[in-house]
């Protein structure tokens, strides 16, 4: 019997053993994905239990002039008194029949049970040979349904080609490949390279700031390179000159010690660079990529960026339609998965970090993983519920990926791969397996839903509210036109 197929009407199914009474089994669904079990434990098992744990006891307790294990029962039992050996007997006897029953029943916990009443209640009616009846409740896999799944109806925002973007591109590269020539005769300015030493501190306390401070640090004077007013607080200075600027830490600074905070920063700027871009030419675009022309670059350029936004408006339209299909699922997520779930995105991001640079260990403050646990909740909510989604429509139209597809697709893996002695076979296969499935799932869904492209937005007035609103709308730059050409 499944959790699923549990009522709350007693649903009774013997233990194996004929010739004894067999451990009685209720199960009834609670809410968050939780089950209650009640148990019916016979006399004789309880007497069974009881006398184990006592020999147990005898085998295993040290008592002053007896060998190990040669401990007399009535010895025993004065010198650890009769309500501690029934204390054992009894967490031995609950812990053995929740392993009988959910094997009995067919069920999948997901966390450890818990009492129905306090222990020291069930334990004054614990009689060894008497029969004894409790509860337990747990966590258990969640068995998700779907309301509907076809003709499911999606909005996508469409995404059209700026050929500008092109542009930026080369640009970049023409900046990447740029001479750095020392300036003198004028002061700094946006998209120079300078050169500077500072020693911060926070403005509340006095305190030096935590590697807030160098005799020498190359600051590229860009928008969003360094913490708000930086880069402004250089604007404008000479080479040799010294100033003192105020700044304030984002609220989202991944040291929580600074966070928030306004600091002051003595800055000295010792020398001053600015960029000489390379002509955009043929000889650029030899120097730039494997193209022998800057036709030739620019062509390859758009066919890649191309490609880019159909990836991108492909990820919309799976992510659209998997979001239509969240809102057809029936399911109660479990503490336990959500908790699961929370510390697989709090993994993710250390490791992001980790990838940065940053000490983790230094980062990851007590306080702040409390924080990072509360906010990651929604997210992790989310994403188990596109898995579910994702689980119960290939249950529900016995979608699934042949062996054959697998084989040849582990192939091609393991020549991507090369060297693939590291690699746990059977987590490679599991992993092949879910791409080729997830795959499967979202051309089912793409063929039987509608989707439709999502109206455009227009300002709701003009004025100044009106233009903060576009601008709190403006979408991020393109993936796109960050990427190097090599």
Not at 6 to 31: C, I, M, W
Not at 46 to 59: D, F, K, Q, T
């Amino acid at each position: 019997m499944s959790p699923a197929a549990a009522s709350p009407s007693q649903v009774e199914t013997p233990a194996a053993g004929a010739d004894a009474p067999a451990l009685r089994v209720s199960s009834s669904p609670r809410p968050a994905g939780r089950l209650a079990l009640e148990l019916a434990v016979p006399g004789s098992q309880s007497l069974a239990g009881y006398e184990a744990a006592v020999v147990r006891l005898s085998r295993n307790v040290k008592l002053p002039g007896f060998r190990k294990g040669r401990v007399p029962r009535p010895v025993l039992l004065q010198q650890l008194g009769p309500a501690r050996v029934r204390a054992t007997a009894l967490e031995e006897l609950i812990e053995s029949c929740f392993r009988q029953a959910v094997a009995q029943e067919g069920i999948k916990p997901l966390s450890q049970p818990e009492l129905g009443e306090d222990f020291t209640l069930l334990l004054a009616r614990f009689e060894p040979g008497q029969e004894l009846v409790f509860s337990l409740e747990f966590d258990v896999e969640p068995s998700p349904s779907l309301r509907a799944t076809r003709g499911l109806s999606a909005a996508v925002e469409p995404l059209s080609f700026d050929p500008a973007q092109v542009e930026e591109q080369l640009e970049q590269a023409r900046r990447q490949l740029a001479t750095l020539v020392p300036v003198e005769d004028r002061a700094a300015e946006r998209g120079d390279v300078a050169e500077v030493s500072f020693e911060g501190r926070f403005s509340d306390s006095g305190e030096a700031i935590e590697a807030g401070s160098s005799d020498g640090m190359e600051v590229e004077l860009e928008e969003g390179r360094m913490i708000p007013g930086f880069v402004e607080g250089i604007l404008g200075m000479h080479p040799g000159e010294s100033r003192t600027i105020s700044c304030r830490f984002p609220e989202s600074y991944p040291n929580a010690e600074a966070a928030n905070r306004e600091a002051e920063f003595t800055l000295r700027l010792i020398e001053l660079k600015t960029r000489e871009l390379p002509a955009l030419d043929d000889a650029f675009a030899q120097q730039a990529s494997d193209k022998q022309t800057l036709a030739e670059l620019r062509s390859e350029l758009e066919t890649r960026l191309r490609e880019q936004l159909e990836r991108r408006q492909r990820a919309n339209r799976r992510t659209a339609l998997l979001d239509a299909l969240v809102e057809q699922l029936e399911v109660e997520l479990p503490e336990t998965l959500i908790q699961d779930e929370i510390r697989d995105l709090l993994e993710e991001t250390a490791g992001q970090m980790a990838q940065q640079g940053m000490d983790v260990r230094k980062v990851f403050t007590a306080e702040l993983v409390r924080s990072l646990r509360q906010t990651s909740r929604t997210a992790a909510e989310q994403r188990l519920r596109r898995q579910l989604a994702l689980q119960a429509l290939a249950a529900a139209e016995s979608i699934s990926v042949s062996e054959a597809a697998v084989e040849t697709r582990l192939r091609e893996v393991r020549r991507e791969l090369g060297d693939n002695s590291r690699v746990d076979p059977d987590r490679l296969r599991s992993s092949v397996r879910m791409e080729l499935l997830q795959e499967a799932l979202f051309e089912w869904l793409e063929t039987h839903s509608t989707l439709s492209d999502k109206p455009a937005v227009e300002p709701a007035g003009d004025g100044p509210a009106a233009a903060a609103a576009g601008e709190a709308e403006a979408p991020e730059p393109a993936q796109a036109s960050e990427e190097p050409i090599d």
